[in-house]
């Protein structure tokens, strides 16, 4: 979905701004890869070590959530772009990565880490592509 965005925004004209959120979207998505895998913290289980995730996991791995990042660094890249915008794009970010902890395939801590990454990314992107 994010990626979709970010094309979305390319073919609508928005070729700067769209470009931005790929570019936040991918360095916040490498960080998040090769967080998971030298943190290696697993997904929230039972006392059984059963995981408690109400839909599909794509990996083992809970730190960082890849779907706050990916929702933080396009909706940041946004915001940074178009003020106005941040009181929609930011809030949804937070829900997306609020369901993370309601779907209880991550721990709050690992959606913070997540966002943050994601929001780095979007000031990353507005640093080398936005200005």
């Not at 930011?90 to 929001?119: C, F, M, N, Y």
Request: hydrophobic share 55%; glycine share 12%; with cysteine.
């Amino acid at each position: 979905m994010t990626i979709g965005v970010g094309l979305g925004l390319v073919a609508a004209g928005e070729q700067l701004l769209g470009l931005a959120a790929l570019f936040a979207l991918t360095t916040s998505h490498v960080a998040v890869q090769v967080l998971k895998r030298a943190v290696a913290r697993p997904r929230p289980c039972d006392a059984n070590g059963r995981p408690l995730a109400l839909v599909d996991l794509p990996d083992p791995f809970s730190f960082p959530s890849g779907h706050a990042a990916a929702a933080s660094a396009v909706g940041g890249t946004i915001a940074i772009a178009h003020p106005l915008l941040a009181p929609l794009v930011l809030p949804l970010a937070a829900l997306i990565a609020a369901s993370r902890v309601t779907l209880r395939v991550h721990h709050v801590g690992d959606v913070v880490g997540g966002a943050v990454l994601g929001l780095l990314g979007a000031v990353g992107a507005a640093l080398v592509v936005l200005h």
